[in-house]
């Protein structure tokens, strides 16, 4: 059985990836996905890593790097592969593979008890577009 975390930067416009950015994306268009995907690959300081597993992408995390910290631009797991641990290892990944101490995220309700169980703590919370958001922080042990 094929696991593996690997870089999708290269390939963020493929249909697989597209698939799984869609559920992290605010009316997921054809034309917002691809605008969002070609910004991503564009900047250097994004990264794209997808979960491999059974030879199929079941989770993305797309992250932003500067100094010693990362910010969460887009994380999912397909439904399907939801609860198995995906988005974690994901999470994780990001502290194993690069260079921070602090990563952050912004979520909503649908998603903020998955930062908190992998132990990232609320430092904000707000309102946009009638959405309550959450503003989330993790920082690694020393």
Known sequence: M???IINVKPNLTDENIFELLAPSTFNP????LHSRAAAYKYNERVHAYAYLYCNQYVGIVVFETYDNHATVLDI???KAYREMGFGTR????????FKI???TAETDDEAVNFYLKCGFKIVK???SF?????????ELNF
């Open 130 to 138: 009638n959405t309550k958001r959450y503003v989330c922080k993790k």
């Open 125 to 127: 919370t707000k309102t």
């Open 101 to 103: 101490d602090t990563l």
């Open 76 to 78: 999912a797991v397909n």
């Open 2 to 4: 094929t696991r593996y």
């Open 29 to 32: 268009t054809p034309e917002k």
């Open 90 to 97: 994901l999470i994780n990944s990001i502290f194993e593979n």
